[in-house]
């Protein structure tokens, strides 16, 4: 997958995302802030979200519409997403003040008109929310943009997310990554499952990674270490600043850390090599090697009384241990010294 230029998947450093959402309170000049904190902590992109209490659902107030368990129990869907939602007419701003900040931005559109909004302030990619996945129709149009998607997958059945696969590459549409997804605010690592998210991107030939909206950063730096290409974060300045995203949010200084410790992560994985690292050379002196443990004089035999395998590693490796025992010292050789070859030899009687 390729965003901006910038590749993604197997072999290059996660990307990673700071998820906005609510987490700006309803000010400007926080979701600014947020923006300049996100990149100061090491994201590589903001996200934002773009709906209205309109476009996702109806002002109703029966029982289909009430929140009856979780972090948001006892909230109306109409009146949570109305202060939830991310105004739109901050959003340009926004994507501009990130273009100054020198991080990447970009969008979750949950309708139609949010997709043609966010493609008339020049949004570059975009993602689909782990909810919105069996929405084929909003998929579809996402994908006849011709952009980088990135979609989650939390409750979806394998087939739901084949479904999901064929309806952005029916639109030629390749760019495409999945990210596994617990849609449980928070989640808890226990159902985390991130042999799945190894297995969608086997199943599927994609980048994967973890949309992970648990509290630490456990699940992300395993999500790395497991393969995962992308990590996204819900980010807020302060958990005690009250909205509905707070209470699972990492603060400036736990995602920095996070980032910290992905990168760590992705040197510890390295690559394929055997031998001796750069750091371990001066400690190959503290292999075993065969020595002359007491005084031997020249043609007398080696036996296991004067010569043992010990350390340090200036002789003979261990291996030929047995092949020197019976040979006769070609010359005196003192106690302490390392073995090697020019010092004996097999000498017929």
């Known amino acids: 997958m390729e965003i901006k230029g910038r590749k993604i998947g197997k072999g290059y450093p996660a990307y990673i995302i700071a998820e906005m959402s609510a987490n ?4 400007l000049s926080r979701a600014k802030e947020i923006i300049h904190a996100a990149k100061e902590a090491g994201a590589d992109c903001i996200k934002i979200q773009t709906y209205t209490a309109d476009t996702l659902t109806i002002d109703c107030d029966n029982k289909y519409f009430h929140i009856s368990n979780g972090t948001w129990s006892g909230e109306n869907l109409y009146q949570l997403y109305q202060k939830a939602y991310t105004p739109w007419e901050w959003q340009k701003e926004l994507l501009e003040e990130a273009k100054k900040t020198g991080i990447d931005f970009f969008s979750t559109p949950f309708d139609n008109t949010a997709v043609d909004f966010l493609e008339d302030i020049g949004v570059e990619f975009y993602k689909i929310a782990s909810f919105e996945l069996v929405d084929i129709p909003l998929i579809e149009y996402v994908a006849s943009k011709g952009k980088p998607m990135i979609m989650s997958t939390g ?7 084949d479904t999901a696969v064929s309806a952005v590459r029916k639109y030629g549409n390749e760019n495409l990554a999945l990210l596994r997804c617990a849609s449980a605010y928070p989640a808890i690592t226990d159902e985390m499952n991130l042999m799945t998210m190894k297995n969608m991107g086997e199943t599927f030939n994609v980048p994967v990674g973890l949309s992970d909206h648990s509290m630490g950063s456990v699940g992300a730096v395993t999500a790395v270490a497991l393969g995962g290409s992308i990590i996204e ?3 807020c300045m302060d958990r005690t600043i009250e909205n509905p995203d707070a209470t699972f949010s990492m603060n400036p200084k736990e995602f920095s850390q996070m980032v910290k410790d992905i990168r760590q992560a992705e040197k510890a994985i390295g690559k394929v090599q055997y031998g001796v690292t750069q750091q371990e050379k001066e400690n190959l002196q503290f292999r075993r090697s065969v020595f002359c443990v007491k005084d031997i004089k020249k043609g007398q035999k ?12 200036n002789g003979l490796q261990p291996k030929y241990y047995k092949e020197v025992l019976g040979q006769t010292a070609l010359q005196d050789i003192e106690k302490g010294t390392p073995l ?3 010092m004996i030899g097999k000498i017929e009687e």
């Open 24 to 27: 700006h309170a309803g000010e």
């Open 155 to 161: 409750m979806a059945a394998l087939s739901e997310i």
């Open 340 to 342: 090697s070859f020019e």
């Open 233 to 235: 974060k819900h980010f």
């Open 302 to 313: 080696l036996t296991e009384e004067n010569v043992r395998i010990i350390r340090p590693g």
